[in-house]
């Protein structure tokens, strides 16, 4: 087990501030269906961190893409417009899980919907920030299929492990960290009404994992941990607890789907890939870059990318990469509703996500 000491947890860790209503079931903040989730586009800056969007996923070598300071329809359009023809983006986020970044994951989400951008990376990096926040965009990552990165120069501690329980699938090459919720608007006095509310925010935690396939234990092992401490978690207790790989509620979701769509031999090869996949290229010390690579050779052993569903087959998004160059920067997108590019006032349903 490895822990290591925080100077300030306050600064992002996993912080909650709502009402703590034990006859309530879920609290209001938390409870919004992402189905029927109205997306609010009033005039917003992102001030909590820095995000960029772009289409490449070799960020080693091509970078994070183009940056995203103002929220608004029109600037996410026009970043995301060189992406549509590969149909793959990825959103670099780095900083602390806040309302702005709930605001960031919904409306770049609205906007890949709109363009027909189905293959959607989550890079994050990040040391925490509100526990109502970031269940909030984890439930709308979770219906929005979004494969979530942290690279091995990032981190994800305390709030932010609930936005990578959400993902479809999760790369991990970084550092990832839990500890207690600290209850800032908290009014408790005793040791005793202190507990009383953190039950209710732990009750609230471990319903949102055990509906994103995560193992509820990660909430007992928050409580235990100090929050001026940060355990960390090995690659071995990310796979355990259900964090790193594919996501196992997705996975029962489509296992059906593709038993319909692809036949059981290719849910048979499937499966053997990701047995394969994680005794063979999940090492303690592997980057992001290096499990991508290693998945990519394993592909063509299990008869991937398949002819008939290419982009349910594993790694699918890096498949598309080849398929059609990224827009020249000299050449203008198409104006919106032109010929080329979808029209945003309308929002197609999103079909399969990254990896699948």
């Known amino acids: 087990m490895q822990t290591v000491e925080l100077t300030s947890p306050e600064e992002g860790g996993a912080v909650s501030t709502a009402p703590v209503e034990p006859a309530v079931a879920v609290p209001a903040a938390v409870a919004a269906d992402p189905a029927h989730h109205e997306v609010d586009w009033s005039p917003r ?27 608004d329809h029109d600037s996410i359009v026009a970043l995301l417009a060189p992406c549509i023809e590969r149909g793959v983006m990825r959103l670099r986020y780095v900083g602390k899980v806040q309302p702005d970044f709930t605001a960031l994951v919904e409306r770049v989400t609205t906007v890949a919907d709109e363009l027909g951008i189905d293959k959607r990376v989550l890079d994050i990096n990040s040391s925490g920030g509100m526990v109502e926040d970031a269940i909030r965009a984890g439930d709308f990552i979770a219906e929005s299929r979004w494969t979530v990165w942290v690279r091995e120069d990032a981190v994800c501690h305390s709030a932010c ?19 207690r919720i600290i209850r800032m608007s908290s009014t408790a006095s005793t040791r005793r009404e202190l507990n009383r509310e953190l039950r209710v925010v732990y009750d609230h935690v471990r319903d949102y ?148």
């Open 209 to 356: 994992l055990e509906r994103n396939g995560a193992a509820v234990a990660v909430a007992d092992l928050m409580m235990a941990v100090p929050n001026r401490s940060l355990r960390l978690l090995t690659t071995a207790e990310l796979k355990q607890y259900g964090l790193d790989g594919i996501n196992p509620a997705q996975d029962d979701l489509d296992r059906l789907r593709l038993m319909r769509k692809c036949g059981q031999d290719f849910v048979s090869r499937r499966d053997a890939f990701v047995r394969a996949f994680d005794a063979r290229c999940r090492v303690e010390s592997a980057g992001v870059e290096e499990l991508n690579a290693c998945g990519l050779s394993l592909r063509g052993e299990f008869g991937f990318p398949d002819e008939i569903c290419p982009d349910d087959s594993p790694l699918s998004e890096f498949d598309h990469m080849a398929d059609a160059p990224v827009q020249e920067e000299n050449e203008s997108p198409p104006a919106h509703g032109q010929a080329g590019q979808p029209d945003t006032e309308s929002s197609p349903d999103a079909s399969a996500g990254s990896g699948r």
């Open 45 to 71: 800056a992102l001030e909590s961190g820095e995000a960029s969007l772009g289409c490449e996923l070799d960020y080693a070598s091509q970078g994070d893409g183009a940056p995203l300071v103002d929220l």
């Open 161 to 179: 492990v609930f936005v990578l329980a959400a993902g479809d699938v999760r790369m991990i090459g970084g550092k990832v960290g839990i500890h």
